[in-house]
């Protein structure tokens, strides 16, 4: 799955916990979706896909991110939940789509549903990023206020870099959608791809006025 609607879906999970375990604040979406995309991270890596620094390497392994989170968990309880959970549903929708090391670091052997690698259930997979993309769309309009990605003071400088990474980019993304970096971006993935990215960056915009 795409990062972007990784990072919809890091927020869409944290909007859902958040209203269930009523725990307070902080509210903070643009976290939200930067940890539900940050696993990724290793997506540029030079090692091989599936080995300990490679994509789907220790940021891709739960036990891993859970001791990473386990400070954060202690030190702030049930407000940092929604936060953690926003992490983790970066791995249960790898399982989903593709595959994830599911008992890294004992072992990197990946395990999944595969939905996105067969033809058969390829257009199932489609379907469950355009859900997430329009319930993600639904919910950042619905919770400007409550759980906001208008990006605050703090983010600006962040923001900025964002941008002008994204122009810089645009003579590559030809090149990049085309590509096989690790992970296949086809036609149908494009979509969703762009929609992602404009929900992200346009919803910053528009909530804020």
């Known amino acids: 799955m795409i990062g972007p609607v990784h990072a919809l879906a890091g927020y869409l999970v944290?909007?859902?916990a958040l209203g269930r375990l009523k725990s307070g604040r902080p509210r903070d979406g643009v976290l939200a979706a930067i940890l539900g995309a940050a696993p990724d991270i290793d997506y540029v890596s030079p090692f091989p896909f599936g080995t300990p620094f490679g994509h789907h390497g220790v940021t891709h392994s739960p036990l891993l991110l859970m001791l990473?989170?386990?400070p954060a968990l202690v030190k702030y309880r049930l407000k940092a939940v929604p936060y953690f959970l926003a992490l983790m549903s970066h791995i249960v929708l790898d399982f989903v789509d593709n595959t994830a090391p599911l008992l890294a670091p004992v072992s990197w052997e990946e395990f999944g549903l595969r939905l996105s690698l067969s033809p058969s259930s390829m257009p199932l997979a489609h379907f469950l990023q355009l859900l997430i993309t329009v319930a993600s769309a639904y919910a950042i309009i619905r919770g400007w206020k409550s759980?906001?990605?208008s990006l605050p003071e703090k983010y600006d400088k962040l923001a900025t870099l964002?941008?002008?990474?994204?122009v810089l980019a645009i003579p590559f993304l030809p090149w990049f959608m085309q590509g096989d970096l690790q992970v296949f971006l086809n036609s149908s993935t494009e979509t969703y791809f762009?929609?992602?990215i404009t929900l992200i960056i346009s919803s910053s915009k528009y909530l804020s006025s």
């Open 147 to 149: 759980f906001p990605v």
């Open 14 to 16: 944290a909007y859902v």
């Open 68 to 70: 990473v989170s386990a």
């Open 194 to 196: 762009i929609i992602s």
């Open 162 to 166: 964002i941008l002008i990474s994204f």
